[in-house]
């Protein structure tokens, strides 16, 4: 069999990226290169998942920790390769290659010990964990589905860590649109965040040239929409709020504005950040977003900035992406 070579692989990829409008031109080209030897870790510590003041994230494809009250200092990194990254209390979710054109969630104990591990279809787009640990959740982008005109979606699948249930897509859950049963074979999802009961989660459902925001229920295998144009939604640590991106008037190839939703009163506040955020930020606290965006040439860096619509954006680790408090 002949090998898919670099510049086949960048333009199968770039296609998926236009098609959904998910990807930064910066990460496709990472995620067809071969990853870069790891820096080298800062003194003698050792990466780990262990609940403290530290915020984990990946330099150059490699897991990596900083200490929050020093971001853009020393940084400790690890061998183990990723394109994604998240943990919660103790439990960490890898993407990370399986051979040159394959990929696996891997499930991390604190020390980054492999337990458990899935392969997955398509390129890493995006990873949570649920703030208990127990539950893992991921997103890559695909081919060959016949209901597109260039036969890229994406699959979004979650895994249970404690029984090692594994829901491979959520395409397979009943759908409720604006009250009524609904079904449709275009129907993608992106972006899971978990409720704190490990069964109901929040996500973005793409049908008909929008997408929406909705309520997903694990046990009943169910999804129902509450609110258009709302992707990649991150739940608050009180539960209360949801922060996300919101493609500018409704239209993703003017950008993103990230934004945070009160689900209350369904509100919705914009953050002083006004460049296109294309990421799943997370809260670094119960006030502070973190999200990575890339520079002219590609290369990220992970900012922040208040949820409140107040201050100003903050650059908090450069030259990295994934941030994930280490909670």
Known sequence: M????????????????????????????????????????????????????????????????????????????????????????GTGVCLKPETAWSYQVVVLDAALRQTRAVSVPGLPNRARVSASGRMVSWTTFVGGDSYTSSGFSTRTGTLDTRTG???????????????????????????????????????????????????????????????????CPSLSPDGTRLAFKEAVDADPAKGWRLSVLDLASMRVTATAETRSVDDQAAWLDSGVLAYTLRRDDGQPDIWSVPADGSGTPTLVIPGAESPSPLT
């Open 2 to 89: 002949i090998a898919m070579s670099t510049r086949a692989k960048l333009g199968v990829v770039v296609a998926s990226a236009v098609l959904l409008g998910s990807v930064a031109a910066g990460y496709v080209a990472m995620a067809a290169e071969p990853a870069p030897t790891p820096p080298s870790a800062t003194g003698d510590l050792t990466v780990t998942l262990t609940p403290g003041p530290r915020l984990l994230a990946i330099t150059d494809r490699h897991v990596s920790t900083v200490a929050t009250s020093d971001p853009a200092g020393p940084r400790t990194v690890a061998g183990l390769e990723c394109l994604r990254v998240y943990a919660a209390a």
């Open 165 to 231: 249930a594994t829901v491979a897509s959520l395409e397979e859950f009943a759908i409720t649109r604006d009250g009524r049963g609904y079904r449709n074979p275009d129907v993608n999802y992106w972006g899971v965040t978990f409720t704190a009961d490990d069964n109901r989660f929040y996500a973005t459902m793409s049908t008909g040239g929008k997408r929406y925001l909705v309520r997903g229920d694990l046990a009943a295998r169910t999804v129902e929409t509450l609110k258009e144009n709302v992707e």
